[in-house]
């Protein structure tokens, strides 16, 4: 693991908020909208082995590194500065995710991190019109706690990938921890392109706003939103056309001395 400090920070009683890539983009859009909304600045870049090995072309031809990033977001209305760890990728093997999630939260813990968020997506079989949130937390209080904000708490089941390694590696190095989960069906393009749910991500962020006690415009989120969930209409319109023409092939033709009776 190597790391590119850009400055050292000194936040006030942290919150700390981590979403990278995974299912339907919910987690990583998430978290870049935050860190959009509230003019977060990147101090320190993670680099590791484990990224998958390929690099990034941007726009105007240069090349960008595979990495994870720490952003720290001031909110004057708030009493509590924000981090926001996010970023283009997580590790492709099961020993860099709990190298990634290890190192991110030992940072947590050196910079004071007084409550920890996770965010995941909660895979479902279709799109639904409002999607639920579901929720973990690290101890029988916190869930009391997250009765308020009308989240669906986990009753059993697994979060994987490094999403999922935070939130459990936070809890036992005694961080109070949530990890919030926003229901997505996890569409991909027919080439394996995913499909950004934005619907689920807002759903996610109006849940995790209030519990971080801040407010952000939503306005461009929801019109992301629609076209997401317009987008994905014509996908399962797609999926039923689809299994419509299968089961149709599938049923047997009479013989062909009784097509003819």
Do not use: W
Request: charged share 25%; with cysteine; net charge negative.
């Amino acid at each position: 693991m190597r790391s590119k400090v850009y400055r050292e920070v000194k936040p006030e009683n942290p919150f700390m908020v981590t979403g990278l890539p995974g299912a339907a983009g919910v987690a990583k859009l998430s978290a870049d909208y935050l860190v959009k909304q509230l003019k977060g600045e990147v101090f320190e870049e993670l680099y590791s082995d484990a990224f998958p090995p390929h690099v990034m072309i941007r726009k105007d031809g240069t090349v960008e590194l595979l990495r994870n990033e720490l952003h720290l977001c001031k909110n004057p209305k708030s009493k509590n500065d924000l981090i926001v760890f996010t970023g283009n990728t997580q590790a492709v093997s099961p020993e860099g995710q709990y190298e990634v999630a290890n190192e991110t939260v030992a940072r947590a813990k050196r910079l004071g991190v007084v409550r920890f968020f996770a965010t995941a997506a909660y895979v479902v079989e279709k799109s639904v019109d409002k999607p639920r949130v579901h929720a973990a937390a690290s101890d029988a209080m916190l869930l009391e706690e997250l009765k308020a904000y009308g989240v669906a708490p986990m009753e059993a089941g697994s979060i994987t990938g490094t999403n999922g390694l935070l939130f459990g590696l936070a809890a036992l190095h005694d961080i109070p921890s949530f990890c919030l989960l926003s229901e997505t069906p996890a569409y991909t393009t027919p080439s394996g392109r995913i499909v950004v749910d934005a619907k689920a991500a807002q759903a996610l962020l109006e849940v995790l706003t209030k519990m971080l006690s801040i407010e952000i415009d939503m306005k461009p989120l929801e019109e992301e939103a629609k076209l997401s969930e317009e987008f994905m209409q014509r996908m399962e319109e797609m999926e039923r056309r689809t299994i419509e023409e299968v089961r149709r092939a599938a049923v047997p033709r009479p013989p062909k001395e009784q097509m003819y009776v």
